[in-house]
């Protein structure tokens, strides 16, 4: 009995060892999420949407990366990125492989 066990046990680990998990980090997102953002929207708009970036910069308060990578067996398999760019606290630009319908929005500033 005991070495039954032992066998079937051995069996189970020898199979698992050959299943790596998929591993995926960062944010998540939907596309119906990142089409109501809008250039205008504040900071605190944007983070009720998205949630909090990935991606803090400590030196530019102004910038948030959204990042999102997928492993299989240790390779990376999948990167995404959408950055969200702010002046005075409002969105101005986008960028990234996540994307509003209307791709890269810019506002331009009325010249007085």
């Known amino acids: 009995m005991k070495i039954a066990l032992t066998t ?3 069996a189970l680990m020898t199979l698992t060892a050959c299943y790596k998990t998929p591993v995926q980090q960062g ?6 999420d990142i ?6 929207m504040s900071k605190r708009q944007v983070a009720i949407i ?15 990366d959204y990042v999102n990578t997928s492993k299989v067996k240790g ?3 999948k990167l995404k990125k959408f950055t969200v ?5 409002k969105l101005v630009k986008t960028e990234g492989n996540y994307f509003p319908k209307e791709n890269n929005v810019e506002i331009e500033e009325p010249e007085d």
Do not use: M, S
Request: proline share 8%; hydrophobic share 35%.
């Open 8 to 10: 079937l046990f051995l």
């Open 27 to 32: 944010n998540i997102l939907k596309q119906e």
């Open 35 to 40: 089409d109501e953002v809008k250039p205008g």
């Open 50 to 64: 998205l949630g909090t970036p990935t991606v803090a910069d400590p030196f530019n308060h102004d910038r948030w």
């Open 75 to 77: 390779q990376f398999k």
């Open 85 to 89: 760019y702010f002046e005075n606290d």
